[in-house]
Nanobody
Framework: VQLQASGGGLVQAGGSLRLSCAAS????????MGWFRQAPGQEREFVAA????????YYADSVKGRFTMSRDNGKNTVYLQMNSLKPEDTAVYYC????????????????WGQGTLVTVSS
């Protein structure tokens, strides 16, 4: 599975951004997908995940109520809608894929995309 993330940029605190991650590969639509982020000098951390069917999503406590993950299997694309952004959301955001959401942990992810930088100014 190949993953291509896009949509990062510079936004003021309180603003919104939508990240996209396009997946390619014969069975990419059957994979669980996730978003992770890594701030400068910090470890990569989980942000959100979605089952292959889109029927269930999971979020880190730090983004619950502000971020929404969705997917369009017809387009082999997942999205991360980020609202009410805070300076502490500044990070490189990575999309990831694996056979199940339980595998979407930093140490066990099967497939990583390249990152997209999100910068939130105060």
């Amino acid at each position: 599975v190949q993953l291509q993330a896009s949509g990062g940029g510079l936004v003021q605190a309180g603003g919104s951004l939508r990240l996209s991650c396009a997946a390619s590969g014969r069975t990419s639509s059957s994979y669980a997908m996730g978003w992770f982020r890594q701030a400068p000098g910090q470890e990569r951390e989980f942000v959100a995940a979605i089952m292959w069917s889109g029927s269930r999503t999971y979020y880190a406590d730090s983004v619950k109520g502000r971020f929404t993950m969705s997917r369009d299997n017809g387009k082999n694309t997942v999205y991360l809608q980020m609202n009410s952004l805070k300076p502490e959301d500044t990070a490189v955001y990575y999309c990831a894929a694996d056979v199940s959401t339980s595998q979407l942990r930093v140490g066990t992810v099967g497939y990583w995309g390249q990152g997209t930088l999100v910068t939130v100014s105060s």
